[in-house]
């Protein structure tokens, strides 16, 4: 197709290298203004990527030109690209228009421009940002990107508090989202994404405090997760009900809702093969893993924040921290719950730690009693002191050993008197009358055979009633009558 009329020396240039896919260098850095030698219209481009320019045989077509001052819109919307478009170090004054869009490779590496719309686009190829400066929304909903997406080191820049940086919904991405080292000011919006390559974000640094810095519901992500080596999020990290086939990472991250009372971290109903917890400093905000499913979860007690919500979290295999800092972990919920109480509980009987399990059982019996009335409270501490909830038995037995030594010295001090005649008598026994009074029923016939007074006679009054309270108290703990399950 002949040349157009009306095009200036820049354009003339791009219009005769567009059928080899030759590059068009107008300048080796961004244009800070409408130099005339480096202007090109967008429509124009626009007219190439669409068929208007000629192609040659043996050569592929494409638009590529490095910096230029692109005036009036590249709209492409709707349209079906065949070429390969790559801007370099291009100013595009308007915001390029790639909705519905089916095309291949698309490349605007180290530009600026007021905004992107590619919602709907279709790209065989990947869709390139980075280095990019965007001074507006990065919008890709419905977006399906089957080469990747590539935003490294891209700064995007909302226009408003209200508005997103990056919009999207629904985006698919298959060979991976790579954002590292990007800078996104204003949140990111990936809901019901699928990265069906990994998600990569190391270095990245998101901000909107007091907002979402990044909310990523129900996403899908094969593979990695990055969120580490610099990851900084100034705001709320959503990941409630996003599913991870891999690991997710958040080593040497930096998690600030920049408000205490805000979440820092929200993956509650989430599942991952393996999260990573370990950022570079102790999160600031509130933490939610609740009702979560996790095969391997690693963290350390250094970066837990003080409200942290674990009822319903499932995991396999937990590392980092000892009992005690476990023990601080699952009682920083304000509210009490018995799951994770019980789910570290497993975790330690699934790896051999019995005794560990046991502890934790009764750590949970003991917080569980904090929320009981006056009544409850007072027998659930007897069952504690007594036989510790049934987990520690021989506390009873401790218990009973004291009580026979304090009725054999009391009786054989002051011994009782007979209640019946000499002959029917049996031979008193202090440690044998004292064992009579503390076992229910009458066993060794000392207890109705003699008779204490004075003083005495409360102390055996004292034995017969530990003697009940510690029969029931046993027989109550053993058998888990009073521990909800």
Not at 138 to 164: F, Y
Not at 452 to 459: E, F, K, L, Q, V
Request: hydrophobic letters at 40%; charged letters at 20%; aromatic letters at 10%.
């Amino acid at each position: 197709m002949p040349e157009p009329p009306g095009l200036n020396d820049a354009e003339r240039r791009l219009w005769a290298a567009f059928p080899t896919g030759a590059q068009v260098v107008l300048g080796d850095d961004l244009p800070l203004g409408p130099q005339p030698d480096r202007i090109v219209r967008g429509e124009i481009i626009a007219q190439l990527l669409l068929g208007a320019g000629s192609t040659v045989p043996g050569a592929v077509a494409a638009v590529r030109l490095k910096g230029a001052y692109v005036i009036g819109q590249i709209d492409l919307g709707g349209g079906n690209v065949e070429p390969e478009l790559r801007l370099e170090f291009c100013r595009l004054v308007e915001e390029p228009d790639l909705s519905n869009t089916q095309s291949r490779q698309l490349r605007m590496s180290d530009c600026w421009m007021p905004g992107f719309d590619g919602g709907g686009l279709r790209a065989d190829g990947y869709l390139s940002l980075s280095g990019s400066v965007v001074e507006g929304t990065v919008r890709l909903p419905r977006a399906q990107l089957s080469g990747g997406l590539r935003m490294n080191g891209t700064k995007i820049t909302s226009p408003s508090p209200d508005e997103w940086a990056l919009f999207s919904g629904g985006l698919v991405v298959e060979v991976g989202c790579f954002a590292r080292n990007a800078e996104i000011t204003g949140g990111m919006r990936l809901v019901g994404a699928r990265m069906n390559g990994g998600l990569y974000m190391e270095g990245a640094t998101l901000r909107n405090p007091g907002r979402l810095a990044l909310d990523a519901q129900s996403m899908v992500v094969e593979d990695a997760a990055e969120f580490s080596q610099g990851f900084t999020a100034y705001g709320t990290v959503r990941l409630r009900n996003a599913r991870f086939n891999g690991i997710v990472s958040f080593s040497k991250a930096v998690l600030d809702s920049t408000d205490p009372d805000r979440m820092a971290l929200h993956a509650s109903h989430m599942t991952a093969d393996e999260l990573l917890l370990w950022p570079s400093e102790r999160i600031k905000g509130r933490v939610s893993l609740s009702y979560s499913r996790v095969q391997v979860l690693m963290d350390h007690p250094e970066i837990w924040p003080d409200r942290l919500y674990l009822n319903g979290l499932i995991y396999e295999t937990l590392r980092g921290g000892e009992l005690r800092d476990r023990m601080s972990w699952i009682n920083r919920d304000p509210e009490f719950h018995l799951q994770p109480y019980e789910q570290l509980a497993t975790w330690f009987h699934s790896v051999g730690h019995d005794d560990l399990a046991r502890k934790v059982q009764l750590a949970k019996m003991r917080a569980r009693r904090r929320k009981l009335n006056i009544i409850g409270r007072g027998w659930n501490q007897l069952l504690d002191w007594t036989v510790g909830y049934g987990y520690r038995p021989w506390l009873a037995f401790a218990w009973f050993g004291f009580l026979m030594a304090v009725g054999t010295l009391v009786f054989s001090i002051h011994q009782p008197g007979p209640v019946k005649p000499p002959e029917e008598l049996p031979k008193f026994h202090a440690l044998i009358y004292s064992l009579d009074l503390l076992i229910p029923i009458d066993t060794f016939g000392q207890q109705q055979s003699f008779d204490p007074d004075g003083w005495s006679r409360w102390i055996a009054y004292g034995l017969v009633s530990s003697g009940w309270v510690l029969a029931t108290a046993l027989i109550a703990g053993t058998a888990r009558v009073l521990r909800p399950n």
